[in-house]
């Protein structure tokens, strides 16, 4: 399909190990990048390429890739990850972007 | 380190063209290397790709918004610019322009993000 699917909420318990996950047919071809968004913020980048994470980011945040799934896991979840987090790729045609629905992280 | 900036009205009246201008500090928009970008977001609602232009001038946008987005770049202003034309309700948001790193490709810097509403 020409979208990402991402589940709408997932919740974690204070230091547990939570997976968040995207999925579509252009992962099989293109990484996802991944994006945490608090209220009233832009979107950071969290999560790019095969796994790889910007300059800043806790390493409690990796990413993984497997078919037509990408995930985002963040090991020891901390009170300040609450928040919504975005998969982000190319689309079959190649030339466009798209997101997917985004997923609201509460930690408990 | 890059900046970006939105700018431009905060209200639009229903039919007439949505103009925002993003500016960037830190880095060059002839670079290369980059896509130059623009997101909205609806209120409370998720990310939405609108299309993004190369400092070549070359342009893409996102099909489902059927031919109103228009980006342009000025790279003697170190600026990109985002029209969208006959706007309606449905088009108010937080518009963010960013930079997109290609291959592998992220969105890397962001705006701060400008709400734009459409109302008579």
């Known amino acids: 399909s020409s979208e990402l699917t991402q589940d709408p909420a997932v919740s974690v318990a204070l230091g547990q190990t939570v997976r968040i996950t995207c999925q579509g047919d252009?992962?099989?071809?293109?990484?996802a990048s991944w994006y945490q968004q608090k209220p009233g913020q832009a979107p950071v980048l969290v999560i790019y390429g095969q796994n790889n994470r910007p300059s800043g980011i806790p390493d409690r945040f990796s990413g993984s890739n497997s078919g037509n799934t990408s995930s985002l896991t963040i090991t020891g979840a901390q009170a300040e990850d609450e928040a919504a987090y975005y998969c982000?790729?190319?689309?079959?045609?190649?030339?466009?972007?798209?997101f997917g629905g985004g997923t609201k992280l509460t930690v408990l | 380190q890059v900046q970006l900036q939105e700018s431009g009205p905060g209200l639009v009246k229903p039919s007439q063209t949505l103009s925002l201008t993003c500016t960037v500090s830190g880095g060059s928009i002839s670079s290369g290397g980059y896509y130059w970008s623009w997101i909205r977001q609806h209120p409370g609602k998720g990310l939405e790709w609108i299309g993004y232009i190369y400092y070549s001038g070359s342009t893409y946008y996102n099909p489902s918004l059927k031919s109103r987005p228009t980006i342009l770049v000025d790279t003697s202003k170190n600026q990109f610019s985002l029209k969208v034309n006959s706007v309606t309700a449905a088009d108010t948001a937080v518009y963010y322009c960013a930079r997109v790193h290609i291959a592998p490709d992220y969105f890397d810097y962001w705006g701060q993000g400008t709400l734009v509403t459409v109302s008579s």
């Open positions: 252009s992962l099989r071809g293109f990484y």
């Open positions: 982000n790729s190319r689309g079959s045609s190649r030339e466009h972007f798209m």
